[in-house]
């Protein structure tokens, strides 16, 4: 390998990121320049890593938690030879339509594993990955499955609370694949970290389980051992890594003015002297770029040794993986599904959706067994969610498909996006559907990666009950509603849970919530073509028998008081249809052909769902009959409640009658 300091390697990371950062004249180049030792030992002497093949599935994994320092990672895939970060690409950093932008997106960038920026995703979404990393070993072989999972944060991302759900599970989990540096640099934008936080993070990690201890973050000798150390750990490791953000500046170092704005002209000019950089912007030596071009390849050897290794598979233990790893279902999950409506065909359930959802996910996880995985925030027996023969994954059962994340709504939420981007499972996880409130921040970024999770949302409505108005969720169908590429289904019966679940589970581009129902419901459909309904979003579930005079729309629970109305309504001689919309926004992204098809032309629209209007006046106009919540809940048995509200078929029938008169 090129023999070359590691000061001026280090360096070449800070002179990118301060001449990006001051072209764009927005970021932050205090943590690359503070951070930079520490990412060239990891990358030059640790990381297995080939530049050239950024996806392979041995590889180890690099999360930057911190993404506000996005210019580290980008000069790191620059240095190293990924062939999607050029030069010109670091020069146009945070411009429209780039592969550098203001935080790293995976799904923009190749070689970036996952997207951050909101402090305590990283490192949480990492706990995902390491997590899969020890399932998928248990299952295919260290030989096939072995690698580290590493993060670098900052003082940010461990005061956000998200960092102690992620904390707490890795350390219970030991997950001592996965490896944290943190850039304890005690700065933030408002200044000294003393000004709000006194926590001592190895103290604090060590109370989780972990392996911790405190370097100085600067010192390459020092750095090198503490990650030999690390590897060697039974637990998870921390390694607080002691920096000066901004380091080499003459001025603004150590001082929350290296943070998040560019250096400016002078500060510049002084800090590249002073580290001995030159003041061409963006270059960088000649073999300082080879050597770090050899680092990059550094892990073409571990490669190949791996792709021996795998090449010694069984041919049908390699589909397999492969399979899995692209995301694709088996065969068997259409099979096993189709079984599974036949038979609700033949025997109806007149349960709660979440009870039928149990039976479905039995189905499933009888033709998806090792892959397909299950959690819940501590609320197992009221989410439904786990299969019959699924045992509890721990420490010591790494077989085991189905996670207790204890309370903690977003680091299960977190984690999941990182099983999913790990490859080779289709997790899924569990809460009240009010509780997402909890988990949004990484459902979110779930909507904006593309990542094809599942969330298992109960106790949809006032109709969970007793439980009163701090469970009850009236706007959280709306809000889901609105995140774009989040898709929310609340099925009205056991039929519909199945196609709704099989769309899910098909879904890989994004995620899917599925909103059910604490109270039972009936099983409304007696057929259930191959062509799934539900995968428009609505469909007409009763017909009118002649041209409608009223059209009634509802989701979930309220398409029985839908029926129940359109029966009475048609006993009078009006002519009613009932359209069933388990997914609304779905319905509004068909073509406009269909949803017109859908939505019909009868004279009286009327939308039923308890929750708030938002959303709904895109099929019922706004002059259209809402019956549904206006405000929060009540505390009382759900029968009462409904009446209460008026969410019944009597009032739908009432304000049918009133409109056509």
């Known amino acids: 390998m090129t023999q070359v300091d590691h000061v001026r390697m280090a360096n070449a990371i800070r002179g990118l990121a301060m001449d990006a950062v001051e072209k764009a004249k927005s970021g932050h180049p205090g943590l690359p320049m503070g951070a930079a030792d520490i990412a060239t030992v990891l990358f030059t002497q640790f990381l297995k890593y080939d530049a050239a093949n950024p996806a392979w599935p041995d590889r180890d994994r690099f999360v930057l938690s911190a993404g506000h320092g996005s210019m580290l990672l980008y000069a790191l895939l620059y240095l190293t030879g990924n062939k999607d970060m050029t030069l010109d690409e670091i020069k146009r950093f945070r411009q429209v339509d780039s592969t550098t932008p203001g935080h790293p997106e995976n799904f923009r960038t190749k070689g970036i594993e996952t997207t951050t920026g909101p402090l305590g995703q990283g490192i949480s979404t990492a706990v995902g990955m390491a997590l899969a990393e020890k399932m998928l070993a248990a299952e295919f072989g260290k030989k096939i499955v072995d690698h580290h999972t590493y993060v670098l944060c900052s003082d940010g991302d461990l005061m956000e609370g998200v960092s102690q759900e992620a904390i707490g599970l890795a350390g219970h989990w030991r997950l001592n694949k996965m490896i944290v540096l943190y850039d304890d640099n005690g700065i933030s934008i408002d200044g000294p970290t003393s000004i709000a936080d006194s926590v001592d993070q190895v103290k604090r990690f060590k109370s989780a389980g972990w392996a911790a201890e405190l370097i100085d973050g600067q010192d390459q000798a020092a750095i090198a051992a503490a990650i030999t150390r690390a590897q060697k750990s039974n637990k998870p490791s921390l390694i607080a890594c002691k920096t000066t953000i901004g380091y080499g500046a003459p001025h603004k170092a150590g001082t929350a003015k290296a943070h ?36 990059g390849s550094r892990g073409v050897a571990a490669r190949a040794e791996w792709e021996a290794r795998y090449a010694e598979l069984g041919p049908r233990k390699r589909a397999e993986f492969e399979r899995r790893l692209r995301h694709e279902r088996p065969a068997s999950l259409a099979k096993a599904l189709r079984d599974h409506k036949k038979k609700l065909l033949e025997s109806p359930l007149n349960i709660a959706t979440r009870k039928s959802s149990e039976a479905a996910i039995d189905a499933i996880a009888a033709a998806m067994p090792m892959e397909f995985v299950g ?25 085991g498909r189905f996670i207790h994340y204890g309370i903690r709504e977003h680091g299960m939420a977190a984690a999941m996006n990182g099983i999913f981007l790990h490859g080779g499972f289709a997790p899924n996880g569990a809460t009240f559907l009010v509780f997402t409130d909890y988990a949004r921040p990484a459902m979110r970024l779930a909507a904006l990666m593309g990542t094809g999770v599942v969330y298992v949302m109960t106790h949809d409505s006032i109709g969970l009950g007793e439980d009163g108005p701090t469970h009850q969720p009236v706007e959280h169908l709306a809000a889901l509603r609105a995140m774009p590429n989040m898709r929310v289904f609340r099925p009205c019966d056991a039929v519909e849970v199945a196609e709704c679940w099989e769309l899910a589970l098909n879904r890989t581009t994004g995620p899917t919530v599925l909103a059910l129902t604490r109270q039972n419901v009936p099983q409304l459909r007696n057929q259930a073509p191959s062509d ?31 029926v129940a109305a359109q029966k009475e309504l048609s006993s009078r001689g009006i002519a009613t249809r009932v359209v069933s919309v388990p997914s609304l926004e779905l319905l509004l992204s068909q073509p406009q052909d269909r949803q017109k098809a859908i939505i019909g032309n009868a004279p009286v629209k009327v939308a039923i769902e308890a929750a708030v209007r938002w959303g709904w006046d895109a099929v019922i106009g706004h002059d259209g009959v809402f019956i549904g919540m206006h405000g929060f809940g009540e505390s009382g048995p759900a029968k009462d409640l409904y009446k209460h509200f008026g969410i019944t078929a009597e009032a739908v029938v009432e304000a049918s009658v009133k409109r056509l008169s």
Request: contains cysteine.
């Open 375 to 399: 959690g819940s925030a501590d609320l197992t027996g009221s989410n439904n969610n786990k299969p019959k023969d699924a045992a509890a994954f721990s420490a010591k059962t790494p077989k």
């Open 532 to 562: 799934n309904p539900c995968s428009h979003g609505a469909y007409e579930l009763v017909a009118a028998g002649g041209d409608a005079k009223v059209s009634l729309f509802a989701s979930g629970s309220e398409v029985e008081i839908a």
């Open 260 to 295: 998040g704005e560019a250096l400016g002209a002078d500060e510049l000019k002084g800090a590249k002297e002073k580290l001995g950089i030159s003041l061409e912007p963006f270059s960088v030596p000649d073999d300082v770029l080879k050597a770090w071009r050899e680092a």
